[in-house]
């Protein structure tokens, strides 16, 4: 999460466009939900910063949502 701000934002194009993140997110961290929502960013054709803002958007709501479930699940 940390990375999308700091990798040069090209590469952000490059991954995403190519399908790379959402292959990643689905096949490492077995996160369905979230490959599906950057699957979508591909379609807005976004570039440029405007990719790294929602990019960073989704994946911080994603694990908003992620850790938010978890804490309410242990009480």
């Known amino acids: 999460m940390e990375k999308i ?5 090209k590469s952000l194009e490059f991954h ?8 990643w997110i689905a ?5 369905t939900d979230l490959a599906s929502e950057i699957k979508r960013l591909q ?7 405007s990719l790294r803002d929602q990019l960073s958007f989704t994946v911080s709501r994603r694990f908003k949502r992620l850790t938010s479930q978890s804490a309410s699940s242990r009480f």
């Open 16 to 23: 995403l466009y190519r399908g790379d993140f959402e292959k």
């Open 5 to 9: 701000n700091e990798v040069d934002v």
């Open 27 to 31: 096949e490492v961290l077995q996160d």
């Open 43 to 49: 379609k807005l054709s976004l570039t440029g910063n």
